[in-house]
């Protein structure tokens, strides 16, 4: 069992920046590959960003590189994704997840791979 717990959402202009905490307990936390995704009014849940176990290995959406930071700190079991350059499309729930089928090396961009999920954060980047 994974348990997680999202926070850092909230109201920002365009051009302006958040950083999104996941807390996660139940688990070795760096035996598990973490992702964020989101899912916008009407839309369907899409991948953001992933990283592995050990933080070596990560993956992003086209419309995030560059601009989004995944990243992960193993002694303090807390999943960080820092987000610059927000556009009001970046407006969604923000979801942390974890995948507990590979092992530290372990990283994926596909949302059926993920085996726990949080509740979600809002993030709302106004025009």
């Known amino acids: 069992q994974v348990q997680l717990v999202e926070s850092g959402g909230g109201l920002v202009q365009a051009g302006g920046s958040l950083r999104l905490s996941c807390a996660a307990s139940?688990?070795?936390?760096?035996?598990?590959?973490l992702g964020w995704f989101r899912q916008a009014p009407g839309k369907e849940r899409e991948f953001v960003a992933a990283i592995s176990g050990s933080g070596g290995g990560a993956y992003y959406a086209d419309s995030v590189k560059g601009r989004f930071t995944i990243s992960r700190d193993n002694a303090k079991n807390t999943l960080y994704l820092q987000m610059n350059s927000l556009k009001p499309e970046d407006t969604a729930v923000y979801y942390c997840?974890?995948?507990?089928?590979?092992?530290?090396?372990?990283?994926?961009?596909?949302?059926?791979?993920?085996?726990?999920w949080g509740q979600g954060t809002q993030v709302t980047v106004s025009s």
């Open positions: 139940g688990r070795a936390f760096s035996s598990y590959a």
């Open positions: 997840a974890a995948s507990v089928r590979g092992g530290s090396y372990y990283v994926t961009p596909l949302s059926r791979m993920y085996d726990y």
